[in-house]
């Protein structure tokens, strides 16, 4: 009878201690399924990243990026979208950005943070283009940038519309960067390249940390502007700006400038007076912005930085003759470190273009250098409307576009296993071997 009631003690004890273990578990895991919904960042959390409280930096002024972890949410909360007074365009400028952004972001705290949050725009004009192969160069000009945009995890927006009546030709460009202020609240900078240009070296990152203390970045020289007064001192072609109120203020200014103003052709005249080489009549966006810091330096130049020391925008006449030769130099780097041409994943090139750096410390990006171009801007060659500068030929710019773009392809197809032998044959792949590239019909891979 005691050995039963011993039994039955510790058969009661064994029973209540198992529901206890399982009412701690069902309790613990309802507190986990609790706090997913509480903090939503707890849930899938992006490699590498970190929260943020959208605070201003106080270096320049402008609020901080943010790269969306979870885009499914959006909080019912007002923001500056629910304005009726909001607009895309200029005419309207939006005042207090840099609080509406971070106040936009606060709604928003998925968003892990991107201080290079960057969003690509580019884009082309709304009709079929007359060149019989524009068309088809303008596809492979935007499938460049998406490859490169792919590769270092960017957005891209690709703009074939007039979103302002009174802004097209070469004007055109402004009011898509405009508006992709506005549309991407998170991104830290707006990108614009022309249609004309080629990213050449894919694994290249923009050097972001350079340019913390400023907003604006373009190709161009000091003593150009300022002494020489030269329409030709800074290319429009392509820029970075950073999404803060002081970017939208200068975009206004420079819009100003344009067609869009009534009083344009007054204001034409005179800042053709000033520039010292304006070869034909009109204001062109270029010049335009050349004479904004020629009259407005003060108000502007401390947050602009001119970058000319890589190929922000380089002169493709001075490049596509290197380019077979460039590829015969990075074939011979790779050949004496093995780590350079190990097989890997598209996604994580980044960490090759850094391996890369090691290798390139004692050359450089230019004539007589062998680092690869970042990017090869074939100005004065326009692959939709076929015409081209007096000084080039059709056949030197539409050869030199396939040269390039086969060159920047080879960058990408190493990681699917294939390779363009000849740059001047887009259709011809031969696939890599696993030691490629060390020679032979690499030579002319451009990886």
């Not at 034909?280 to 020629?294: I, K, N, R, T």
Request: aromatic share 14%; charged share 20%.
């Amino acid at each position: 009878m005691a050995k039963n009631t011993v039994q039955g003690k510790a058969f009661l004890f064994l029973r209540d201690k198992s529901l206890f273990v399982v009412a701690f578990l069902i309790s613990f895991l309802m507190v986990c399924a609790l706090w997913s919904f509480i903090d939503p960042r707890s849930t899938f959390p992006k490699p590498h990243s970190t929260a943020s409280d959208g605070g201003v930096t106080a270096a320049y002024g402008c609020a901080t990026g943010f790269h969306g972890a979870n885009l499914s949410q959006d909080p019912p909360e007002r923001t500056f979208y629910d304005d009726p007074s909001l607009s895309y365009s200029f005419g309207s400028p939006v005042r207090n950005w840099d609080k509406k952004r971070r106040e936009w972001l606060k709604r928003h705290p998925f968003f892990a943070t991107a201080r290079d949050g960057l969003v690509v725009v580019t884009g082309s004009q709304p009709l079929p283009c007359k060149n019989p192969i524009g068309d088809h160069l303008l596809l492979r000009l935007f499938k460049n940038k998406v490859d490169y945009c792919r590769i270092h995890g960017y957005e891209i927006f690709y703009n074939n519309a007039f979103l302002h009546p009174k802004m097209v030709g070469v004007w055109a460009k402004l009011p898509p960067v405009r508006a992709a202020m506005v549309a991407h609240p998170e991104a830290e900078w707006i990108w614009w390249v022309d249609s004309d240009a080629v990213i050449t070296d894919m694994e290249f990152k923009l050097p972001m940390k350079k340019y913390e203390s400023y907003n604006f970045i373009i190709n161009g020289w000091e003593n150009m502007i300022y002494e020489r007064k030269s329409r030709f001192a800074m290319n429009t072609g392509i820029f970075l700006i950073r999404n803060c109120q002081w970017s939208m203020d200068f975009m206004e200014a420079w819009a100003r400038m344009s067609p869009l103003n009534p009083d344009h052709e007054k204001i034409a005249k005179i800042a053709i007076a000033e520039l010292t080489d304006k070869e034909f009549p009109g204001m062109d966006e270029q010049s335009a912005l050349v004479y904004l810091m020629l009259t407005q330096k003060n108000k502007w130049g401390n947050k602009v930085y001119l970058e000319n020391q890589y190929s922000f925008s380089g002169y493709w006449l001075e490049i596509v003759d290197r380019l077979e030769n460039i590829s015969d130099k990075y074939a011979a780097a790779e050949a004496t470190e093995g780590g350079l041409r190990r097989r890997r994943a598209e996604v994580v090139s980044e960490r090759y273009g850094e391996m890369w750096e090691v290798f390139l410390k004692g050359t450089y990006d230019g004539p007589g250098g062998w680092r690869r171009p970042f990017i090869t801007h074939f100005t004065g060659c326009q692959p939709c409307s076929g015409h081209y500068s007096p000084s080039y030929t059709a056949h030197a710019c539409w050869n030199g576009m396939e040269r390039a773009l086969n060159f920047a392809d080879n960058q990408v197809l190493r990681n699917f296993g294939f390779v363009h032998v000849d740059l001047m044959n887009s259709s011809s792949v031969l696939p890599l071997g696993f030691d490629s590239p060390v020679g032979g019909v690499d030579r002319l891979a451009g990886t």
